[in-house]
């Protein structure tokens, strides 16, 4: 009897593919409202390219292409985060009792219990047991808590500069404060990080029995 065939890992909401990748020029424009008159934006920027005070990074939301497995798409991502979606399926991640699961790995720089914000969105309890069998990290060691609130505390960010005509990077993925304005004025934000309230630790979902294969 032939073996039966391991499951096709998913590709998870958040996700970014490779033709999702959008360029477009970035520079500094007179704004008498920032810090330094100044702040950073793209050539032909739209309202809808600012939130909580800094630009945002274009990502395109059609998953042409191979799904880039170690990227975020930057839209999806802070939908999930605002909404209260499941990173895995992108739906709503609330249990019936209104409160919302999320599922770590075993680090505590990644634990938003120690460090009190996060930029990982929550995980449904429908995905968590394919999440754990498929990232080796989670596989080492995972822990799952329930947040009764998630509110917006910063972004996570490259941080630039103007240098000699050009716009050059001094910072990747630097997490700023909602607060922290004049480096929100230089920063092109992917990432929408949370504080999560009322923190409670819960059951730790089992793996699936069957081996889920990992992206290359």
């Excluded at 001094?170 to 404060?177: G, S, W």
Aim: glycine share 6%; aromatic share 6%; hydrophobic share 40%.
């Amino acid at each position: 009897m032939t073996a039966a065939a391991p499951p096709r890992l998913r590709v998870p909401y958040i996700t970014a593919y490779s033709e999702e990748a959008l360029s477009h020029p970035l520079m500094f424009v007179p704004d008498p409202g920032a810090t330094d008159g100044r702040r950073l934006s793209y050539a032909d920027a739209v309202r809808e390219d600012f939130q909580f005070g800094v630009l945002w990074a274009r990502h395109g939301l059609h998953r042409g292409g191979r799904p880039e497995w170690k990227m975020v798409n930057s839209i999806r991502q802070r939908r999930c985060m605002m909404h209260l979606l499941c990173q895995v399926c992108g739906r709503s991640a609330a249990e019936p009792n209104g409160r919302i699961p999320w599922l770590v790995a075993d680090d505590l720089d990644d634990d938003p219990a120690v460090k009190g914000y996060t930029n990982a969105p929550p995980t449904c309890a429908a995905c968590a047991p394919e999440s754990v069998a498929a990232c080796p990290r989670l596989r080492q060691g995972a822990t799952v808590y329930t947040a009764g609130r998630a509110e917006p505390y910063g972004v996570l960010a490259n941080v630039l500069r103007p240098s000699r005509g050009k716009i050059i990077t001094v910072e990747r993925h630097r997490v700023i404060p909602l607060d922290a304005f004049h480096l929100l004025e230089y920063a092109l934000a992917v990432q929408l990080v949370v504080t999560l309230d009322d923190l409670q630790p819960a059951s730790l979902p089992s793996a699936r029995s069957e081996e889920v294969p990992s992206p290359e």
